[in-house]
């Protein structure tokens, strides 16, 4: 099993018998729900890949999460400087479908690593397969203002969905 570590904090594919997701809670219903009900399901079905953060003492107890999957945005939705490097068709890209912290572990940095390792993954998965791009769907205006922080450009035709150019 391929870990990364970062400091005292583990990034591990989401595992339903070694991580407790009934226990987790971000406060927000939809978020919680995907962990405790939907996540397992997904990545059995290859609909996405779940990774969760765990402190190496308390193995069990999930920080934070996020899942990743494929995905494509139109061109035309991207800012115009970018839209002339591309052709009028769908352009490869991954989604950043959920990220989510533990309100009792909150404001120590974890969603900030939690993006680091989003990113780091879709950057060795751009070596094997091409993709422009991580795309994620903001769900309010303190999300939206998480994603512009680490540079993510709202799309044109809906500023709630944003995009992170994975560089060339």
């Known amino acids: 099993m391929l870990l990364k570590r970062y400091g005292v904090f583990e990034e ?4 339903p018998h070694i991580h407790d997701r009934q226990d987790f809670t971000s406060g927000i219903t939809a978020l919680d729900e995907y962990l405790h009900r939907f996540a397992v399901q997904q990545s059995k079905k290859g609909v ?5 953060l765990i402190d190496t003492n308390m193995p069990k107890t999930i920080l934070g999460y996020y899942s990743l999957s494929a995905a494509q945005i139109n061109a035309v939705q991207m800012d115009e400087r970018t839209q002339q490097k591309w052709p009028r068709y769908p352009v490869p890209c991954f989604r950043l479908g959920r990220l989510a912290i533990h309100l009792a572990h909150r404001n120590r940095g974890l969603g900030r690593i939690l993006m680091g390792c989003a990113v780091d993954r879709c950057l060795e998965a ?6 422009y791009a991580l795309v994620v769907d903001a ?28 560089g060339t």
Request: hydrophobic share 35%; net charge neutral; proline share 5%.
């Open 139 to 166: 769900k309010g205006e303190d999300t939206k203002s998480f994603y512009e922080h680490y540079e993510f450009t709202p799309c044109r035709d809906n500023p709630m969905a944003m995009y992170l150019s994975l």
């Open 48 to 52: 996405a890949v779940v990774r969760v």
């Open 126 to 131: 751009k070596k094997h397969v091409a993709a």
């Open 12 to 15: 591990q594919l989401l595992d």
